[in-house]
Protein backbone atom coordinates (compact mmCIF):
# COMPACT_ATOMS: atom_id res chain seq x y z
CA UNK A 1 0.00 0.00 0.00
CA UNK A 2 1.11 3.67 -0.47
CA UNK A 3 2.51 5.60 2.21
CA UNK A 4 0.70 8.17 3.66
CA UNK A 5 2.51 11.76 3.04
CA UNK A 6 1.63 15.26 4.57
CA UNK A 7 -1.26 15.50 2.61
CA UNK A 8 -3.03 12.68 4.46
CA UNK A 9 -1.90 13.97 8.13
CA UNK A 10 -3.48 17.67 6.96
CA UNK A 11 -6.68 15.87 5.61
CA UNK A 12 -7.29 13.73 8.38
CA UNK A 13 -6.77 17.23 10.46
CA UNK A 14 -9.75 19.36 8.73
CA UNK A 15 -11.65 16.02 8.40
CA UNK A 16 -11.02 15.28 4.84
CA UNK A 17 -10.69 12.52 2.57
CA UNK A 18 -7.29 11.59 0.65
CA UNK A 19 -9.23 11.60 -2.17
CA UNK A 20 -10.30 14.83 -1.75
CA UNK A 21 -6.66 16.13 -2.85
CA UNK A 22 -4.83 17.16 -5.98
CA UNK A 23 -1.28 16.74 -6.08
CA UNK A 24 1.74 19.34 -5.93
CA UNK A 25 5.46 18.91 -6.12
CA UNK A 26 7.15 18.23 -2.50
CA UNK A 27 10.18 20.83 -2.14
CA UNK A 28 13.81 20.04 -2.65
CA UNK A 29 16.51 19.20 -0.33
CA UNK A 30 14.12 18.84 2.73
CA UNK A 31 16.48 16.86 4.43
CA UNK A 32 15.27 13.22 2.99
CA UNK A 33 16.16 13.28 -0.89
CA UNK A 34 13.19 12.90 -3.20
CA UNK A 35 12.65 9.09 -3.98
CA UNK A 36 14.59 8.10 -0.47
CA UNK A 37 13.85 6.44 2.48
CA UNK A 38 14.75 7.34 6.01
CA UNK A 39 16.21 3.89 5.86
CA UNK A 40 18.46 6.10 3.17
CA UNK A 41 18.86 8.76 5.32
CA UNK A 42 19.91 6.99 8.52
CA UNK A 43 22.35 4.53 6.37
CA UNK A 44 24.17 7.71 5.20
CA UNK A 45 24.63 9.05 8.56
CA UNK A 46 25.47 5.67 9.77
CA UNK A 47 22.48 4.47 11.73
CA UNK A 48 19.47 2.24 11.62
CA UNK A 49 16.35 3.16 10.85
CA UNK A 50 13.87 0.91 12.48
CA UNK A 51 10.53 2.57 12.17
CA UNK A 52 9.67 3.67 8.83
CA UNK A 53 7.28 5.11 6.29
CA UNK A 54 7.95 4.28 2.69
CA UNK A 55 9.55 6.70 0.48
CA UNK A 56 9.20 10.42 0.13
CA UNK A 57 6.32 10.93 -2.99
CA UNK A 58 4.24 12.80 -4.18
CA UNK A 59 2.55 15.63 -2.13
CA UNK A 60 -1.03 17.18 -2.32
CA UNK A 61 -2.42 20.37 -2.91
CA UNK A 62 -5.44 21.95 -1.30
CA UNK A 63 -8.94 20.46 -1.82
CA UNK A 64 -12.04 22.92 -2.52
CA UNK A 65 -14.43 24.01 -0.99
CA UNK A 66 -12.70 24.39 2.58
CA UNK A 67 -12.99 27.64 5.44
CA UNK A 68 -10.53 30.11 5.59
CA UNK A 69 -9.24 28.70 8.84
CA UNK A 70 -8.43 25.49 7.59
CA UNK A 71 -7.26 26.50 4.26
CA UNK A 72 -4.77 28.37 5.95
CA UNK A 73 -3.75 25.98 8.48
CA UNK A 74 -2.91 23.56 5.36
CA UNK A 75 -1.38 26.10 3.69
CA UNK A 76 0.89 27.08 6.32
CA UNK A 77 2.20 23.31 7.19
CA UNK A 78 2.79 23.55 3.37
CA UNK A 79 4.89 26.70 3.47
CA UNK A 80 7.03 25.77 5.92
CA UNK A 81 7.71 22.46 4.15
CA UNK A 82 9.11 25.04 1.46
CA UNK A 83 10.30 27.81 3.30
CA UNK A 84 11.85 26.21 6.56
CA UNK A 85 15.60 24.82 6.34
CA UNK A 86 17.19 23.15 4.45
CA UNK A 87 14.06 23.76 1.59
CA UNK A 88 15.35 26.55 -0.76
CA UNK A 89 12.39 28.62 -0.44
CA UNK A 90 10.65 29.95 -4.29
CA UNK A 91 9.42 33.53 -4.84
CA UNK A 92 5.94 33.74 -3.61
CA UNK A 93 4.51 33.89 -7.17
CA UNK A 94 6.23 30.46 -7.48
CA UNK A 95 4.97 28.98 -3.91
CA UNK A 96 1.12 30.01 -5.32
CA UNK A 97 1.89 28.08 -8.28
CA UNK A 98 3.36 24.82 -6.60
CA UNK A 99 0.56 24.93 -4.37
CA UNK A 100 -2.25 25.71 -6.52
CA UNK A 101 -3.80 28.41 -5.30
CA UNK A 102 -4.12 32.71 -5.78
CA UNK A 103 -1.11 34.68 -4.67
CA UNK A 104 -3.54 36.36 -1.92
CA UNK A 105 -4.66 32.94 -0.93
CA UNK A 106 -0.63 32.88 0.42
CA UNK A 107 -0.62 36.62 2.25
CA UNK A 108 -1.93 35.50 5.74
CA UNK A 109 0.09 32.17 6.11
CA UNK A 110 3.22 33.15 4.61
CA UNK A 111 3.26 35.69 6.96
CA UNK A 112 2.66 33.93 9.74
CA UNK A 113 5.31 31.37 8.37
CA UNK A 114 8.17 34.00 7.78
CA UNK A 115 7.22 35.53 11.63
CA UNK A 116 7.82 31.22 13.00
CA UNK A 117 11.02 30.94 11.00
CA UNK A 118 12.52 34.45 12.22
CA UNK A 119 11.27 34.38 15.77
CA UNK A 120 14.82 34.25 18.03
CA UNK A 121 13.29 31.61 20.69
CA UNK A 122 12.84 29.43 17.49
CA UNK A 123 16.30 29.73 16.14
CA UNK A 124 17.55 26.85 17.57
CA UNK A 125 15.01 25.32 14.99
CA UNK A 126 15.58 26.98 11.82
CA UNK A 127 18.92 28.35 12.12
CA UNK A 128 21.29 25.73 10.60
CA UNK A 129 24.51 27.87 12.27
CA UNK A 130 22.54 26.06 15.50
CA UNK A 131 22.05 22.27 14.85
CA UNK A 132 23.69 19.53 12.64
CA UNK A 133 21.01 18.49 10.72
CA UNK A 134 17.33 18.71 9.74
CA UNK A 135 14.64 17.37 8.28
CA UNK A 136 10.91 18.63 6.84
CA UNK A 137 7.87 16.09 6.78
CA UNK A 138 10.17 13.30 8.27
CA UNK A 139 7.93 10.08 7.88
CA UNK A 140 8.17 6.78 10.01
CA UNK A 141 6.00 4.58 12.20
CA UNK A 142 3.98 5.13 15.24
CA UNK A 143 3.83 1.94 18.04
CA UNK A 144 0.66 1.24 16.82
CA UNK A 145 2.09 0.29 13.12
CA UNK A 146 0.48 3.69 11.41
CA UNK A 147 2.49 5.80 8.91
CA UNK A 148 3.25 9.56 10.44
CA UNK A 149 5.29 12.20 9.40
CA UNK A 150 6.92 14.81 11.85
CA UNK A 151 6.82 18.17 10.78
CA UNK A 152 10.09 19.10 11.75
CA UNK A 153 12.74 16.90 12.83
CA UNK A 154 15.90 18.40 14.07
CA UNK A 155 19.48 16.83 14.94
CA UNK A 156 21.61 19.28 17.68
CA UNK A 157 24.79 17.58 19.84
CA UNK A 158 22.49 15.26 22.22
CA UNK A 159 19.43 16.10 21.15
CA UNK A 160 16.85 15.82 18.84
CA UNK A 161 13.79 18.31 18.50
CA UNK A 162 10.27 16.63 17.28
CA UNK A 163 8.42 19.68 16.14
CA UNK A 164 4.95 20.04 15.58
CA UNK A 165 3.28 23.09 13.79
CA UNK A 166 -0.47 24.23 14.74
CA UNK A 167 -1.96 27.80 13.02
CA UNK A 168 -4.45 27.56 16.38
CA UNK A 169 -3.79 27.34 19.84
CA UNK A 170 -5.29 23.57 21.25
CA UNK A 171 -7.83 23.57 24.59
CA UNK A 172 -7.23 21.16 26.98
CA UNK A 173 -8.66 17.99 26.03
CA UNK A 174 -7.23 17.98 22.48
CA UNK A 175 -3.63 19.09 23.86
CA UNK A 176 -4.03 15.93 25.99
CA UNK A 177 -5.06 13.71 23.24
CA UNK A 178 -1.96 15.63 21.35
CA UNK A 179 0.13 15.08 24.11
CA UNK A 180 -0.30 11.32 23.41
CA UNK A 181 0.43 11.32 19.81
CA UNK A 182 3.65 13.24 20.05
CA UNK A 183 5.23 10.89 22.59
CA UNK A 184 4.39 8.21 20.11
CA UNK A 185 6.85 10.34 18.01
CA UNK A 186 9.29 10.57 20.22
CA UNK A 187 9.57 7.21 20.99
CA UNK A 188 10.27 6.37 17.56
CA UNK A 189 12.53 9.08 17.19
CA UNK A 190 14.25 7.95 20.45
CA UNK A 191 14.62 4.52 18.43
CA UNK A 192 16.27 5.68 15.86
CA UNK A 193 18.91 7.69 17.63
CA UNK A 194 19.30 6.27 21.25
CA UNK A 195 22.10 8.44 21.59
CA UNK A 196 20.54 11.51 21.68
CA UNK A 197 17.89 13.21 24.41
CA UNK A 198 14.47 13.52 22.47
CA UNK A 199 12.61 16.62 23.53
CA UNK A 200 9.52 17.65 21.61
CA UNK A 201 7.45 20.84 21.04
CA UNK A 202 4.59 22.68 19.21
CA UNK A 203 4.88 25.94 17.43
CA UNK A 204 1.04 27.30 17.36
CA UNK A 205 -0.74 30.74 17.49
CA UNK A 206 1.88 33.70 16.79
CA UNK A 207 4.68 31.77 17.25
CA UNK A 208 4.37 30.90 20.72
CA UNK A 209 6.43 27.82 22.16
CA UNK A 210 4.64 24.75 23.63
CA UNK A 211 7.14 22.16 25.58
CA UNK A 212 5.43 18.57 24.87
CA UNK A 213 8.60 16.84 26.83
CA UNK A 214 8.81 15.73 30.07
Known sequence: APSRHWHAT?????????????????????GIAR?????DAGAASGRQVPLLAGPVGERRALPAPLGEAQRDGI??????????????????????????????SLVAPLALARQWLTQPHLAHLFDPARYEQAFNEFPLVDAAGAQRRIDRLVLAPGVAWVVDYKAGLLGAEAMAAYRVQVQGYCAAVA????????????????????????
Open 35 to 39: GQSPA
Open 75 to 104: LLHALMEWLAPPATPPDDATLADLLGVEAE
Open 10 to 30: LADKAGLADGDIGKVPSPPGG
Open 191 to 214: AIWPGREVRAGLIAGEGEWVAMHD
